[in-house]
Each structure stands twice: as C-alpha cells, then as structure tokens.
C-alpha cells in the first residue's frame, strides 16, 4: 500500500486585508490568444523543472518551478498589477486569486533560497501574509479561500473553493513560519486544512464515493477530478502532517493515494494525458495542453519520490515519452483544433 513517506525517510534516501479598490468580477475574461498558443505549441521541448522533496519539506525549496515571466508557458507574473502591499493581482480586471499568490509566494520563495534576493523574500511574505489574513468561514467550514469570480467551464459560481488552493496555501504558510516564527503562519496553516475535512455537499473540497477519494481543484458537483488540482493539494496535506503529526490526516492522504493509482489510467488516453476527468457538453475529452502534460510528468515524478511507489515513475515515463511521438503530437493538434469551436463558442 503507497503512503506518503515521512520525510526522515525521505532524508535518509538521499544520506493586510484586502484593499476596496480590488472588487469581484463577473468572470476572469478568457485571453484566446494564450490560449490559442497553449494549444498549438510551435516548440515541443517543454519540460516542467522538479525536485525531490527535501530533508525538511516544509522549509525546502517546493517540488516544481513556475515560469514567471510572459512566455507562452509563463505566468506573466512580471507585469502582473499588485495592490498596495505587493500582492499579486489578476490582469484585466484587478481580483485575487489564491492559487496565483500561493503560487507566485512559492516562487519568490524558490528565488530566495536559490539566491539569497531579499526582494523575492519580501514578496514571498506579502503573499503569506495575505494567505494567512483572508480566511473565510464558508457555511459551516473555516479556513476557506473563496474564489470572487465564478468559473463557468465547471459551472461554479462565485465563492467556489479549491482544495488546490487549499493544499498550496498550506506549503506557503508552512514556509512563512520558518521564516517568521511566532506570528501565527502555523497557526493558518492548519486552519487553511479544514476544508479537507468535509465532502463537497458539506461545503468541504474532497469528493467521496465509497473508498474513491479525490481532492477537488473546483469543488463542485458533478466534480471534474482535475488531476494537477489533487497532486498540489496533496502535497500540501502531506507537508503538514510532516509538519504537525497531530494533525491526523494521514489517513485521508493514504486514501487519495490509493484513488490515484486505481484512477491514473483513466487519465492516461494512451497517447497523451488528460487534464481532467469532465468531457465538454459535445462528449469532448478534456485533454491536457503540453504545458499542463508537462506539469503532471514532474508531479508524478514528485509523487514517485514522496512516496516510494513505483508506478507514479512508470506512468510519468510513458507520458514524457509521448511528446516525442509525431503520431501523438499530431493527434493532439487535431483534437485541439475539433474542440475550438464549442471552446470558444461558449465564451
């Protein structure tokens, strides 16, 4: 049976409130034209940058690289507008978005280890401290990050939560409290973990069915099962029970274990990866872009580490091998350019 491995294991293997002025919006306009060059890459030589967790996890570097910058397979966090305590905003339309400043915090955090750039430290706290003063109750859950858009693709309405968003929150607050011990980061890490206590029908982020358990990135019914959503939601779990044993959580990160080795081949189309397990109101596969199928190889690479299990690494494998494949690459240009007109119909 895979557990996640304690991380003296994994040691041993290797010897302010938000600003008035940022309101909720409608919906996050779609940029088709990044979407559009996500779609059909000119470059297939992508690959996800990842590491093995650390001795420590907690305080380490985290276990994948975003890009920062405007490239197709970037962020675009380098122009992103800020409010005035330098939290990073969505374009557009200004509004936050947890898991973009969980993220962009676990970036500057990787910079600031990686090369001592105090200014990527103090961007890193700005987004925890943000992480850690906007927790919502939401019904009957603490500890909640509510998205202020909705997200129409998963029928989700404004105020949605995410256990991804969740889980990253969670490795943010884990390294803000190494940083600066004292002032309550431990504290909002564990909260940031309530929502992964209840089903989606009791407001929580984890869908349930008999020993099926899978932590939701849009936590909604009918549940998508996003496969990149559930691995960094994971981690994050993972990471506190290193953390704080007494969180008496493992259990629920064996059980998504497990649900992920039964589940990865129905992710798997035996030619490319899929992004999630919800088809398109026309019976479309949701197919991963190559930047997301770059992102699950390094994650189950990651997995394969955290956990001694093999077949994440077998898996991982055989889907890097697929972007070498002309057949495959082709196939995912076609089903890519059938899926446009629903995709861009439907706004």
């Not at 940058?49 to 420590?56: D, E, L, M, N, T």
């Not at 200014?119 to 943000?130: D, K, P, T």
């Not at 998205?147 to 990253?168: D, N, V």
């Amino acid at each position: 049976m895979a557990r996640m491995r304690s991380a003296n294991a994994l040691a041993s293997d290797a010897a302010r409130e938000e600003r008035p002025a940022v309101r909720l919006v409608d919906a996050l306009p779609p940029n088709r034209l990044r979407q559009l060059a996500l779609g059909f890459p000119l470059d297939w030589s992508h690959r996800r940058y990842w590491r093995a967790p650390s001795a420590v996890p907690f305080r380490g570097a985290y276990y994948v690289e975003w890009f920062a910058d405007s490239g197709v397979y970037g962020e675009e966090w380098d122009g992103r507008p800020r409010d005035g305590d330098g939290v990073v905003l969505t374009q557009g339309v200004p509004a936050y978005h947890p898991i973009g400043i969980a993220q962009y915090a676990l970036h500057c955090y990787g910079r600031w280890l990686e090369r001592g750039d105090r200014v990527a430290r103090e961007s890193f706290l700005a987004q925890a401290r943000w992480l850690q003063r906007n927790q919502r109750r939401v019904g009957l859950v603490d500890g909640c990050y509510p998205f202020p858009f909705p997200w129409p693709k998963y029928r989700a309405a404004s105020g949605w939560l995410s256990a991804m968003a969740q889980g990253e929150a969670i490795s943010v607050l884990l390294r803000a409290d190494w940083l600066a011990p004292g002032v309550g980061f431990a504290d909002a890490a564990r909260a940031a973990a309530r929502p992964f206590d209840s089903a989606i029908e009791r407001g929580g982020v984890v869908f349930k069915d008999g020993r099926d358990v899978f932590l939701e990135e849009c936590a909604v019914l009918p549940a998508p099962h996003i496969l990149n959503g559930c691995i960094f939601a994971l981690w994050g779990l993972w990471e506190l029970e290193q953390f704080d044993p007494q969180s008496r959580r493992q259990a629920l990160i064996d059980a998504v274990l497990q649900t992920l080795l039964r589940w990865i081949g129905d992710f798997d189309t035996g030619w490319w990866s899929r992004y999630s397990l919800q088809r398109s109101s026309g019976g479309r596969e949701h197919l991963a872009t190559l930047k997301y199928h770059a992102f699950h190889i390094a994650q189950l690479r990651v997995l394969a580490e955290m956990t001694g299990e093999e077949r994440f690494a077998r898996v991982a494998e055989r889907w890097e091998g697929y972007v070498s494949r002309g057949a495959s690459r082709a196939r995912l240009l076609l089903e890519t350019a059938l899926s446009l007109p629903e995709r861009f119909g439907a706004g």
